[in-house]
Structure formats: structure tokens, C-alpha cells
Antibody
Framework: QVQLVESGGGLVKPGGSLRLSCEAS????????MSWIRQAPGKGLECVAY????????YYADSVKGRFTISRDNAKNSVYLQMHSLRAEDTALYYC??????????WGQGTQVTVSS | QTVVTQEPSLTVSPGGTVTLTCASS?????????PNWFQQKPGQAPRALIY???NKHSWTPARFSGSLLGGKAALTLSGVQPEDEADYYC???????????FGGGTKLTVL
């Protein structure tokens, strides 16, 4: 069955870095566009990064542009989010989700990122 | 900065019908925005309900339906069940430079 499993979250000091991973199984990752979506405590959803199937194009929310980098390794069935210069406002549950033909169907369970001194 | 607007909260009685809407700051929502709808219950990841305006996933209960209504995307729940109490989010597609933008969410109370 389709599964997306995020990992790599944790507690980090302001200005620090983290690398999140999203491991896909049950489907062919290279066929799908992928997104990282976050949800701050008690808040709504925000798509922070998006990558096309062949990695030719990536997009970022203004809130993370220049600090976050999305990448993927289709051979390893994984998508990544490298996060630098982390701020308190980056504290959130980070989800990965897949997208095919504008159909965002499966999400992972999320990995928690907490930025605090 | 594109803003997608949903009703912050709605209340419906069990067995009733309720419509949630999703508006775009750029103008009327059309099928070209490929509206998606998600349900999120406390402590859970969002679950997809509707894609491309009105298409249901295999797991979407029949009482949920999607449409375009008065220049907005709409999610209608008919015959609401207590378990439908949740937060509902719409998602619209804008292409470059920010492909996907979520609405702020609607907290649906079944009372």
C-alpha cells in the first residue's frame, strides 16, 4: 500500500539546521510531484516546498526561500528538505505529500520540528 | 501574495447539510485551479476527500461532494454524521511561482 514516512525532525536552536527525509513505498516515486507542507501548532497548512518529477523545477514559499532546499532521489524513493537558518516560526509538524495531475492524495504522518533555545 | 479564504467556523446539526466554500484573492475560482479538499481530525494527518473540483477518492464517503458555486470552490456534506466534526482545508493550484496555496481552514462543529 502507499506509504510516506517522514523522519529527521527534532529540537534545534535558532540558526541551526535540519534535514528532513520522506521515504516513499507502494508506488513509483518518479511518477509524482512532491511537496513539503507544514502546520504550526494550532494553525493551518502551508505548502513550503514543491518539486517536479524530474527535479527540473522547484518552488518555495516566501517564508522559507533562501533557507530551505527541496530535493529528491527517485532511485532511493526519497524526498528531502534541507533547512538552514531555522527560526522559532519554523516550529511545526512537517508533512510530505504526493501529487499527480493536481490530485494531492497521500500524506505522511509528519515529523515535528521545534526551534527553541 | 495570494490568499485563499474559507469560513473560519461552521456549525451543523446531525443529519443536516452544510456547504463550505473556498475563495481566491485573484478572482473567481474555476476548474483550472483544480480545487482539492482535505479533512483533518485532531492529532491526525490531513486526509484527502476531493480533487479537481468534484472527483472523489475511493475512500471518500458518498455524503461528501465538491463543486463550483458563485465563483468559489465548494464542499457540501449531506446527511452530516457526528464523525464529520473536523477541520476542512481547501487547496488551489496557481502554477509558478507558488503552485499550491491552502485556505485557512474551516472548523466544522456537529451539534
Amino acid at each position: 500500500q502507499v506509504q510516506l514516512v517522514e523522519s529527521g525532525g527534532g529540537l534545534v536552536k535558532p540558526g541551526g539546521s535540519l534535514r528532513l527525509s520522506c521515504e516513499a513505498s507502494g508506488f513509483t516515486l518518479r511518477d509524482y510531484y512532491m511537496s513539503w507542507i507544514r502546520q504550526a501548532p494550532g494553525k493551518g497548512l502551508e505548502c513550503v516546498a514543491y518539486i517536479t518529477r524530474d527535479t527540473s523545477t522547484v518552488y518555495y514559499a516566501d517564508s522559507v526561500k533562501g533557507r530551505f532546499t527541496i530535493s529528491r532521489d527517485n532511485a532511493k524513493n526519497s524526498v528531502y528538505l534541507q533547512m538552514h537558518s531555522l527560526r522559532a516560526e519554523d516550529t511545526a509538524l512537517y508533512y510530505c505529500a504526493r501529487d499527480l495531475n493536481w490530485n494531492v492524495d497521500y500524506w505522511g504522518q509528519g515529523t515535528q520540528v521545534t526551534v527553541s533555545s | 501574495q495570494t490568499v485563499v479564504t474559507q469560513e473560519p467556523s461552521l456549525t451543523v446539526s446531525p443529519g443536516g447539510t452544510v456547504t463550505l466554500t473556498c475563495a481566491s484573492s485573484t478572482g473567481p475560482v474555476t476548474s483550472g485551479y483544480y480545487p482539492n479538499w482535505f479533512q483533518q481530525k485532531p492529532g491526525q494527518a490531513p486526509r484527502a476527500l476531493i480533487y479537481s473540483t468534484s472527483n472523489k477518492h475511493s475512500w471518500t464517503p458518498a455524503r461528501f461532494s465538491g463543486s463550483l458555486l458563485g465563483g468559489k470552490a465548494a464542499l457540501t456534506l449531506s446527511g452530516v454524521q457526528p464523525e464529520d466534526e473536523a477541520d476542512y482545508y481547501c487547496l488551489l493550484y496557481y502554477g509558478a511561482p507558488q503552485p499550491w496555496v491552502f485556505g485557512g481552514g474551516t472548523k466544522l462543529t456537529v451539534l
